[in-house]
Each structure stands twice: as C-alpha cells, then as structure tokens.
C-alpha cells in the first residue's frame, strides 16, 4: 500500500483544516488506518484511527473533540478533519496503514506515507 497525503498548510490559530490521505494497491478497505503526527524535536505521536468499516475509531486526548476521522473506501481515502487548531498541532501529520493494528505506537504500523506540514500560527 502506497500512502500519498494532501491538505496541510498554514492556518491561524482557531481555524480548521482538512488532510487527506489516498492509497494505492488493493484491499485499501481491509486496512486500519491512521494517522500520526511529529512536531520538531519530539516523537511522533498517535492522533487517531479507524477500522476498516469505519465504525471504530479512536482519538489522542489532546485532539478528542477537535479532530474527526473519516474514510471512503470507495475513493481509497482517508480524511482528518481538523478544528479549533492550536499552535500545539503544528507538526508533519503522516498517514499509516496497517491490516491488524489499532493500537497508539507507531512501530504497530506497516505503511506510511511521506507526511504532510501543518502549522498554526498564533
């Protein structure tokens, strides 16, 4: 599975943006899928992931209310809606798959993609 990201970019703090994460290769629908995210300086960090019938998904305390994922297996996407961001969430947001995982680490996670920056200025 190949992971191509898209929609990061600069936004004011408060504002919203919406990531975007399209697989390739079959079975994109049997996979979990998630993403992650790395400020300068730290690890890399769980945000949160969805089963591959959507009706599981799991959050980050620090982004539980803000953040929403979603997926359409019929476009091979999946989004992270974002909202009410903070200076805290400026970071490279990759997107991850795997066939079994719905844990928090990251070592859980077979596929990544190259990661898109997200910055919110204050």
């Known amino acids: 599975v190949q992971l191509v990201e898209s929609g990061g970019g600069l936004v004011q703090a408060g504002g919203s943006l919406r990531l975007s994460c399209t697989g390739s290769g079959r079975s994109f629908s049997s996979y979990v899928m998630g993403w992650f995210r790395q400020a300068p300086g730290k690890e890399r960090e769980f945000v949160a992931n969805?089963?591959?019938?959507?009706?599981?998904?799991y959050y980050a305390d620090s982004v539980k209310g803000r953040f929403t994922i979603s997926r359409d297996n019929t476009k091979n996407t999946v989004y992270l809606q974002m909202q009410n961001l903070e200076p805290e969430d400026t970071a490279v947001y990759f997107c991850?798959?795997?066939?079994?995982?719905?844990?928090?680490?990251?070592?859980?996670?077979?596929?990544w993609g190259q990661g898109t920056q997200v910055t919110v200025s204050s």
């Open positions: 969805i089963n591959w019938k959507a009706d599981a998904m």
């Open positions: 991850v798959a795997d066939l079994w995982a719905m844990g928090v680490g990251p070592n859980e996670y077979d596929y």
